[in-house]
C-alpha cells in the first residue's frame, strides 16, 4: 500500500519532514558548496531503489559514480540499473530534459518512486543577464516538474544554490519567490568546519527552525 511519505534514507531527515518526502510535491534542499546537498539526494535514491522503485535523476553538476557506488555499496551495480540519469550541458537542455523524463515515469520497466534534479539552478546562474526571461524558464521548468510529481504521484527533490540577499540581509535560496512558492518544504543546510545542520525552512505542518546536526560520512550521513 502506498503512503503518502517517501523515505529519504535517512531517520532524522524523514522525522524533520514529517515521515519523509510528499509525493505530489517538490521538496528542496539549498545551501553552500560542500553543506551535504548531493550526499541527501544520492542517499534518497538509494533508499528508492532498494525499495524496488526505479528514480529519475537529472544531474546538472557532474553525476558522481563513486560517491553513488559509496551510498549504494555492494549492491550498487544492481541498484544503477534502474537510475535514469540526466546530464543537461545547458539550461534550455535541462527544460528539455525534464519534459523528456515524462516518458519513463509512464513506461519506466519498474515504477518511478522519485524524481531528483541536483540543483535545478547551477544551469540557471549562467542565464541571470536575461533578467525576468530567466525567471520565467526556470518558473517554467519548477510547474512542469510539479506537474509530473502531481499525475504520476511521485515527491520531487530538487538542491538549489544560495545567494545573499543584501535587502533583507540574509542568504537564501536562488530563483527568488517563485522557487520557494512552488517548494512544498524547503531545508537550508548550513556548515560549520566538519559537522553541518539541516533546518526546516518552510512545511505545511511542522515548525520552522526545527533542525539537526550530521556529519558526511563515506556511506551518506551520521548525526551527531
Known sequence: ????????????????????LERRAITQIYGEP?????????????????????????????????????????????LADRLYLFEPLDFAQQ??????SEGLLKNGHAPVGLLVMDSATALY???????????RKLSHHMIKLLGLAKKYDIPVLITNQIYMDVER???????????????????????K????RAMLRKHRSRPEGLSFDFVITEDGIRTV
Open 125 to 135: 546562474r549562467t542565464e541571470l543577464d536575461l533578467g525576468r526571461e530567466a525567471i
Open 193 to 196: 568546519d566538519s559537522v553541518r
Open 95 to 100: 527544460g528539455t530534459m525534464i519534459a523528456d
Open 1 to 20: 500500500m502506498k503512503t503518502d511519505r517517501v523515505g529519504t534514507g535517512s531517520q532524522c531527515l524523514d522525522d524533520l519532514l514529517g515521515g519523509g
Open 34 to 78: 560542500a553543506s551535504g546537498k548531493s550526499t541527501l539526494c544520492l542517499m534518497a535514491a538509494v533508499a528508492c531503489l532498494r525499495a524496488g522503485n526505479s528514480v529519475v535523476y537529472i544531474d546538472t553538476e557532474g553525476f558522481s559514480v563513486e560517491r553513488f557506488a559509496q551510498i549504494a555499496g555492494e549492491n550498487a551495480g544492481t
Open 169 to 191: 540581509e540574509r542568504v537564501a535560496g536562488l530563483g527568488g519567490t517563485a522557487l520557494e512558492h512552488l517548494s512544498k518544504a524547503i531545508i537550508r543546510l548550513e556548515k
